[in-house]
Nanobody, 115 residues
């Protein structure tokens, strides 16, 4: 089993920045993909950004050039630096980890961007 603990959400004004963190523990393996998804009220959960074991990254078009995903050297903590935040970025952000065919989710952290 894998546990994912997120932190760093909160309330920020439009144009501001936040940094989310997600620490993985438990039965973790070096080959994995970690990422962030978000779900706004009344909408489906969507991909924000993911990073693979080789540090390859993928971003949603809506966050490119504003958000940056990274991970620590051990590969077990992933970060999401969010700059130039917009009200439409308001959502619950979920950490996600995929390894050996299994998918794990964090509990979610609320990000609210006021206009």
């Amino acid at each position: 089993q894998v546990q994912l603990v997120e932190s760093g959400g909160g309330l920020v004004q439009a144009g501001g920045s936040l940094r989310l963190s997600c620490a993985a523990s438990g039965s973790i393996f070096s080959f994995n993909i970690m990422g962030w998804y978000r779900q706004a009220p009344g909408k489906q959960r969507e991909l924000v950004a993911v990073i693979g074991s080789g540090d390859t990254t993928t971003y949603a078009d809506s966050v490119k050039d504003r958000f940056t995903i990274s991970r620590d050297n051990a590969g077990n903590t992933v970060y999401l630096q969010m700059n130039s935040l917009k009200p439409e970025d308001t959502a619950v952000y979920y950490c996600n980890r995929k390894q050996y065919g299994r998918v794990y989710w964090g509990q979610g952290t609320q990000v609210t961007v006021s206009s």
